[in-house]
């Protein structure tokens, strides 16, 4: 069965640090990864998808890499600011196409100016 | 195009009822997945929905079902409410590039 590990539970910075949230995942059999983020009550937005043949996605200030063989991910934030604090959840597809994705628990972040 | 929607946003019930949340795709995704999130529990999945069929079920008793019209359209109904199925419930759509797309959620409170 498939776990998703996301650390830390929690992240509390400085506007302007450059952040490094980690996903890992225990079964690499996977067809890809998603990052999403989470505002309080909200539905999830969709921030990078990385399919199992790529190592890495990048978006604005957001970076994501994959490495499918230690079964980690990571989310890279540039220069944050108070309007990144959100919840951030991973989600992994298992290949094989059953569709059916599990997600971390998420790293809660606060930017405070 | 339009983004996932889903009806009502908000809905207050009593123990025993039962009550249907409706979720539109974005146009030309015909997967549509359900989901229900609580503090205790996290993400968890109910079921997927493609092409009027459920292809997919997660680990949850008969009480929650659902169904996909032709138009992609979804609605899942929880029957004879607990208080524990208080939650975020959450759908998403998707077509072939499998990113998932998220509804905003209805804030179901059981009282």
């Known amino acids: 069965k498939q776990e998703v590990t996301q650390i830390p539970a929690a992240l509390s910075v400085p506007e302007g640090e450059n952040l490094v949230l980690n996903c890992s995942f225990t079964?690499?059999?996977?067809?890809?990864l998603q990052w999403f983020r989470q505002d309080p009550g909200k539905g999830l937005t969709s921030l990078l998808l990385i399919q199992s043949s790529q190592r890495e996605q990048t978006s604005g200030r957001l970076n994501a890499s994959l490495d499918k063989s230690s079964g980690r991910s990571t989310l890279y934030i540039a220069a944050s600011q108070p309007g990144d604090s959100a919840t951030y959840l991973c989600a992994v597809d298992p290949s094989g196409g059953s569709y059916i994705p599990t997600f971390g628990r998420g790293t809660s972040l606060i930017v405070h100016p | 195009k339009a983004g996932v929607t889903q009806t009502p946003r908000y809905l207050i019930k009593t123990r025993g009822q039962q009550v249907t949340l409706s979720c539109s795709p974005i146009s030309g995704h015909r997967s549509v997945s359900w989901y229900q999130q609580t503090p205790g529990q996290g993400l968890q999945f109910l079921f997927e929905?493609?092409?009027?069929?459920?292809?997919n079920k997660g680990n949850f008793p008969g009480r929650f079902s659902g169904r996909q019209f032709s138009n992609s359209r979804s609605e899942m109904n929880v029957s004879t409410l607990e208080l524990g199925d208080s939650a975020l419930y959450l759908c998403?759509?998707?077509?072939?590039?499998?990113?998932?797309?998220f509804g905003p959620g209805t804030r179901l409170t059981v009282l």
């Open positions: 998403a759509s998707r077509e072939v590039s499998n990113e998932q797309f």
């Open positions: 079964d690499s059999a996977i067809y890809n």
């Open positions: 929905y493609f092409s009027e069929t459920q292809r």
